[in-house]
């Protein structure tokens, strides 16, 4: 079948995704180590997996230690807001910092003498590598939801277009690269940590636009892994 350019976008549609209230209720606050405002964020969806990879008692209530930790780690990544809270947007880009310092973190995508973007699904984050050599920095992204999976395997980049736009569905789709039927790399302003989309591999705008510039026709691509919540 010949892939249409409405065809293709029809596939980008952006389908909410809901994800766990926050559970219990906010610690007492106590006052910053660092003597600015106290921390006063309670307990959130991500607290065991930020506990975790902080090293903090894993108990999956926040504490004013845990608070603490998590905004010191907020403000270290540029996170906004940096209150301490165990979010999702958190949790990510802590994995993706990790991808990033540890190159063992990177070892379930090929290394070829070509340039790869690899696309984890699981912990969903994307990055480009040149042999052993980070050329794009992991950042987060938002896969297909459940029944709309974003497809796997080797893939080639076959049409880029920069400013796409969806006719079907009134889907901005900029910095598109598509690469397997409708499935594009492409950029959204909708939140990344809230939704799924139709396929499509979602990034924040600027960093779609980054990778547009690094990327030409007919580069490959490595997607693996299954995303939190879907079936496949």
Not at 114 to 119: A, D, I, L, M
Not at 140 to 158: A, K, N, V
Request: overall charge positive; proline content about 7%; hydrophobic content about 35%.
């Amino acid at each position: 079948m010949r892939w249409l350019p409405s065809a293709i976008a029809a596939l980008s549609l952006v389908v909410p995704v809901s994800h766990p209230a926050a559970s219990g209720p906010a610690h007492a606050a106590s006052p910053s180590a660092s003597g600015g405002p106290a921390c006063r964020a309670g307990t959130a969806p991500y607290q065991r997996e930020l506990e975790r990879e902080l090293r903090l008692p894993v108990d999956g209530r926040q504490s004013a230690a845990d608070c603490e930790a998590i905004r010191r780690l907020q403000q270290r990544l540029g996170i906004r807001p940096a209150d301490g809270s165990a979010t999702l947007r958190t949790y990510r880009f802590l994995v993706a910092d990790k991808i990033r310092r540890n190159p063992a973190e990177r070892r379930a995508c090929p290394v070829k003498p070509y340039r790869v973007t690899c696309v984890d699904l699981t912990r969903q984050i994307l990055w480009a590598q040149s042999g052993n050599r980070l050329v794009f920095a992991p950042v987060p992204i938002r896969s297909g939801r459940d029944g709309l999976e974003t497809r796997t395997g080797w893939q080639r980049i076959y049409w880029k277009h920069r400013d796409h736009y969806s006719t079907i569905y009134h889907v901005p789709m900029p910095y598109a690269q598509f690469f397997n039927g409708g499935q594009a790399l492409h950029g959204t302003r909708t939140d990344l940590f809230s939704s799924g989309s139709g396929g499509c591999v979602n990034l924040a705008v600027d960093d779609a636009r980054r990778l547009y510039d690094l990327l030409q026709k007919g580069d490959r691509l490595y997607l693996w892994g299954t995303k939190p919540g879907t079936g496949s």
